[in-house]
Structure formats: structure tokens, C-alpha cells
T-cell receptor
Framework: DTGVSQDPRHKITKRGQNVTFRCDPI?????LYWYRQTLGQGPEFLTY????????KSRLLSDRFSAERPKGSFSTLEIQRTEQGDSAMYLC?????????????FGQGTRLTVV | GNSVTQMEGPVTLSEEAFLTINCTYT??????LFWYVQYPGEGLQLLLK?????DKGSNKGFEATYRKETTSFHLEKGSVQVSDSAVYFC?????????????FGSGTQLTVLP
């Protein structure tokens, strides 16, 4: 297992279309996070799973956004009726809930451009 | 929740120069502190971490010391290389709860010239 994998790396879509991104975490990691990063900013937390349960959602996650992790392994993030403001890098991270000091490992991200 | 304030960039240095990127934090308790690096077009990679006060994290010639007295975690490198050109982010957990999601600084763009 070489790390967190995200697909696709890049996505260009027209405003109003739906998009779905996939994240495959490091296999033994039970925690999975989604972040959004806009140009020139640090990543902002969107949502978090422990195994298959979605335990926390940020206020940034509007009702057009939905995330799933059906079997506690890979996760998907769907954005419905995309808007130009959704253009960003979407980052997935995973970690092992072993202790309080375990770091998160990030994927390479999916860059979304809404035209 | 916890927060972090990071020195704004961009920072441009010549090769072999000394680097400092400032980071100060506000936190309840003593959470772990992290520096992440992001190369152009890539995701974030963990550069180093420190888990308790006075700990020094180090990796690839970079160092940062967890200073409780000054609530700081400044990143330093004695001699930068062109390959160190990237964006550097200071981070810590948003809260001391179990979720462990991170809050990040706004990033500091470093450019090293040959």
C-alpha cells in the first residue's frame, strides 16, 4: 500500500453538473477526512468518517455535498449542481485512531474546475 | 477551537541561505503540532511533527521546536536547496476531542533561487 489514492486528479465540469470523487485510504486506517483547499489558502476541513460512520460535518459542507464511506474502506464525495465557487482542490486524508499523536496522510487531491 | 497563525509569504531565498517560517498557535491543552509541505500540483506531505512541549521535530534538514512559553512552532533550515521550493503549512488539531481533524495556517510559499 503506497498511500492515499484519489481519483480523478483533475476534473473540469460545467456549472450545474454533478461530480463524484473517490478516495482510497491507507488500508489499515479507520479514519478518513475530506478537506477543501482554494488557491493561496490552507486546507479547510469538510467532513470525517470513523470506519463507515460519518461523525462530523463542517458548516462548509452545504446540502449539495454528500460523502459516503459504505464499507469503511474507500469514500466518495459528490457535489450536486456544481457552482463556480466549488472550484478548488479536494483533499482526502486518512489516519489510524491508535493514539492522540497519529498524523494524517494526505492524497494528491482532485482539482475541480467549474466552468 | 484551536487555531494557528502563520507567517505570510512569499519568501524568496538564495540557495544555502537560512530559512525561518514563523508559526504561532492558540490551543487548549498541548496538542501535537505539525508542519506539512505541498509541492506544486501535489497534495500535502507531512514534513515533521512534535507531540509535546520542548519536543523538536526534524526531517530532511528542517527542524521545529514545540515552545509552550511562546506558543510557537517555527520552522527552520540551515541551508535551503532549490528542491525545497514549495508551500509550507503549520497545523494542529482543531480541538482536543477525538476527531483529530486539522486546522491549517494559510501557508507560506518558499522559492529558492540557484
Amino acid at each position: 500500500d503506497t498511500g492515499v489514492s484519489q481519483d480523478p486528479r483533475h476534473k473540469i465540469t460545467k456549472r450545474g453538473q454533478n461530480v463524484t470523487f473517490r478516495c482510497d485510504p491507507i488500508s489499515e486506517h479507520n479514519r478518513l477526512y475530506w478537506y477543501r483547499q482554494t488557491l493561496g489558502q490552507g486546507p479547510e476541513f469538510l467532513t470525517y468518517f470513523q470506519n463507515e460512520a460519518q461523525l462530523e460535518k463542517s458548516r462548509l459542507l452545504s446540502d449539495r455535498f454528500s460523502a459516503e464511506r459504505p464499507k469503511g474502506s474507500f469514500s466518495t464525495l459528490e457535489i450536486q449542481r456544481t457552482e463556480q465557487g466549488d472550484s478548488a482542490m479536494y483533499l482526502c486524508a486518512s489516519s489510524l485512531a491508535k493514539d492522540m499523536n497519529t498524523e494524517a496522510f494526505f492524497g494528491q487531491g482532485t482539482r475541480l474546475t467549474v466552468v | 477551537g484551536n487555531s494557528v497563525t502563520q507567517m505570510e509569504g512569499p519568501v524568496t531565498l538564495s540557495e544555502e541561505a537560512f530559512l525561518t517560517i514563523n508559526c504561532t498557535y492558540t490551543a487548549t491543552g498541548y496538542p501535537s503540532l505539525f508542519w506539512y509541505v505541498q509541492y506544486p500540483g501535489e497534495g500535502l506531505q507531512l514534513l515533521l511533527k512534535a507531540t509535546k512541549a520542548d519536543d523538536k521535530g526534524s526531517n530532511k534538514g528542517f527542524e521545529a521546536t514545540y515552545r509552550k512559553e511562546t506558543t510557537s512552532f517555527h520552522l527552520e533550515k540551515g541551508s535551503v536547496q532549490v528542491s525545497d521550493s514549495a508551500v509550507y503549512f503549520c497545523a494542529l488539531p482543531i480541538s482536543s476531542g477525538s476527531a483529530r481533524q486539522l486546522t491549517f495556517g494559510s501557508g507560506t510559499q518558499l522559492t529558492v533561487l540557484p
